[in-house]
């Protein structure tokens, strides 16, 4: 479990881009994942590639959901943001979970803000999300729980 730093850490995170050097190094990663692409064909990819800026709607409210991801060569970060969150009572909320080995399986805390807008119980999770994915070529993570899409948009590449 994330302590209370990290999970700040990573709220402000969410709001700075993160640098994109580290997708150079791929080649020397060792962990792998499988990205599907056009026909059903696989293509296997390092975790590392997977580093970015993910864009996404959500097709319950309409509001605009953002993923950063931080890829290192055995595992990685997710933090998960959206406008409106149905689970917080229509309150901003973010989702933020460390040290993943397999983005197949993926239960990540989700917490929100306060009724006044900004403070965020870092102790306690209001919930929990299945956000399991799936890569498919071309930037695109989808979550295998609801079929949700997430564009990459920090930098233009084809993975």
Request: charged share 20%; aromatic share 8%; with cysteine.
């Amino acid at each position: 479990s994330p302590s209370p730093e990290d999970i700040q850490f990573a709220i402000m995170k969410v709001f700075h881009s993160i640098p994109i050097a580290a997708l150079f190094f791929a080649l020397t990663m060792t962990s792998q994942v499988e990205a599907t692409g056009k026909g059903g064909g696989k293509k296997k990819m390092t975790m590392m590639g997977l580093t970015g800026l993910y864009k996404g709607i959500d097709k319950d409210d309409g509001s605009n959901q953002m993923v950063e991801v931080y890829c290192t060569k055995k595992y990685c970060n997710f933090a998960l943001t959206d406008s409106y969150w149905t689970t917080c009572s229509g309150n901003n909320g973010v989702g933020i979970i460390d040290g993943v080995t397999d983005i197949s399986s993926i239960a990540m805390p989700l917490y929100c803000a306060g009724d006044d807008g900004g403070l965020i119980d870092v102790e306690n999770p209001t919930a929990t999300a299945d956000f399991s994915l799936e890569v498919i070529l071309g930037g695109i993570l989808r979550r295998t729980s609801n079929g949700r899409l997430y564009y990459r948009i920090d930098m233009d590449m084809t993975m």
